[in-house]
């Protein structure tokens, strides 16, 4: 959908927008033969309830007439006759009638789904082109929006600067509370613990402009400010007594009447590295048990023992001797 272009100040006190006519003009005529759908519809009933009650009025009347034919003279019979020749073509029409105004029911009945069907999709175009209004009206009121804080960012950097200098309950709630979201990216988060916006406050805006009207409420509180500076330095007063004394490190050589100086010791050689023939010439040794050493000859004289002793219990269970090994 095209926009008109017009100059800012027209476009801010009369928006002008292109929007599709025809989209329009169709969604009007099928809401409008909605309507008569339904008027006609909702009127049906009544109507054949009058229709077929003057039905049966007259084939009450006709059926009266032809019982006079049975009882009357034949006299009196031709003008029966034609009597019932004429209530039955209003008969007929009655019948006609009722049939018709069924019929008629039955048909917009059938034609309504496909009415509404017509009608959801005209819905849909309208929706599109009113999406698209919403969109270019909204940047332009926007854009209005962002030309209007020039002068309240002023007064929130001012407040910032003040809340910086000195706090203050009422200068922190007021920069915290304080907020104009961009109407272009305007969004609320909603979370299990409140809602925050995620768009930026077009009152927290940093340029020159801020940037002076700052340093001017800098300038006006110096005077205090620098002696707030001095002020945060200031201590208690502590008698000499009482302050703690320089530390001192503490080492193995501290004694009780002082530090002594660290003995000289003599200069060990550096560890001899073995060469290979060395190294296979020396015995070779097992690592493992208790003592962290043992030879080759440990695990045999081990086993030994074992054996025996495994032999000395088997006798002693199956009887073969007084209970001392031969081993």
Not at 239 to 256: F, S, T
Not at 272 to 290: C, F, L, N, V
Request: hydrophobic content about 35%.
């Amino acid at each position: 959908m095209a926009r008109t272009q017009q100059p800012a100040s027209a476009a801010q006190a009369n928006p002008n927008l292109s929007i599709d006519a025809e989209t329009i003009s169709n969604l009007r005529e099928l809401l409008d033969q909605r309507k008569k759908l339904d008027d006609a519809v909702n009127s049906a009933p009544a109507e054949i309830h009058s229709l077929e009650t003057e039905l049966s009025s007259v084939r009450q009347q006709m059926a009266s007439l032809e019982a006079d034919i049975v009882l009357v003279d034949e006299a009196h019979l031709p003008a029966k006759q034609k009597q019932i020749k004429a209530l039955g073509e209003v008969l007929a029409e009655k019948e006609l009638a009722v049939r018709r105004k069924k019929m008629l029911l039955e048909t917009l009945e059938q034609r309504a789904p496909d009415l509404d069907e017509k009608i959801e999709i005209a819905i849909g175009f309208v929706r599109v082109e009113a999406n698209i209004a919403s969109q270019s009206l909204r940047s332009d009121i926007a854009e209005e929006l962002r030309g209007k804080l020039h002068e309240l960012q002023l007064i929130y950097a001012k407040v910032r600067a003040l809340h910086g200098l000195v706090r203050n309950d009422r200068t922190g709630d007021f920069l915290q509370s304080a907020l104009i979201p961009d109407l272009d990216q305007c969004m609320r988060i909603i979370t299990h613990n409140g809602t925050y916006e995620t768009s930026p406050n077009l009152l927290d805006i940093r340029n020159d402009d801020t940037a002076a009207v700052e340093a001017q409420i800098s300038e006006a509180m110096r005077p205090i400010t620098e002696v707030l500076v001095l002020a945060r330095k200031h201590r208690p007063y502590v008698p000499l007594a009482k302050r703690p004394a320089p530390y001192v490190r503490k080492g193995a050589w501290d004694g009780p009447g002082g530090r002594v100086d660290r003995p000289e010791e003599p200069e060990k050689p550096p560890a001899h590295m073995k060469t290979a023939e060395e190294g296979r010439a020396e015995p070779y040794k097992i690592k493992g048990d208790s003592s962290g050493l043992r030879t080759r000859t440990q695990p045999q004289e081990m086993n030994m023992s074992m054996a025996m002793q495994e032999a000395q219990e088997f006798a002693e269970k199956h009887g073969l001797s007084d209970g001392r090994s031969n081993l």
